[in-house]
């Protein structure tokens, strides 16, 4: 069964870094685009950076300068460094991904982790 599974959230100070990690698990094909998305309270879950299978990237105009989206296909890995982190960046952030596996090209959604920006 393919899952999607954030880590790598936490606590951290205003102006620190913090790097997610989603990791794909089961047999896939291939991952295709990656969504990094977070959802702060009282919020609707909006996009944070996206990158393609060829490796092109975009970004919420609120993150651009700060955060890098980045893959790593051998290890079905999409990581997000987040650098010069402010409290409203505080939210749990979701990875989303298209999957071509065994049953056609998939949308999953991992279980999210928490990233809280204070001091």
């Known amino acids: 069964q393919v899952q999607l599974v954030e880590s790598g959230g936490g606590l951290v100070q205003p102006g620190g870094s913090v790097r997610l990690s989603c990791t794909v698990s089961g047999i896939i094909f291939s991952l295709n685009a990656v969504g990094w998305y977070r959802q702060a309270p009282g919020k609707q879950r909006e996009l944070v950076a996206l990158i393609r299978s060829g490796g092109s990237t975009n970004y919420a105009d609120s993150v651009k300068g700060r955060f890098t989206i980045s893959r790593d296909n051998a290890k079905k890995m999409v990581n997000l460094q987040m650098n010069s982190l402010k409290p409203e960046d505080t939210a749990v952030y979701y990875c989303?991904?298209?999957?071509?596996?065994?049953?056609?090209?998939?949308?999953?959604w991992g279980q999210g982790t928490q990233v809280t920006v204070s001091s």
């Open positions: 989303n991904g298209d999957v071509f596996n065994i049953m056609g090209l998939r949308n999953y």
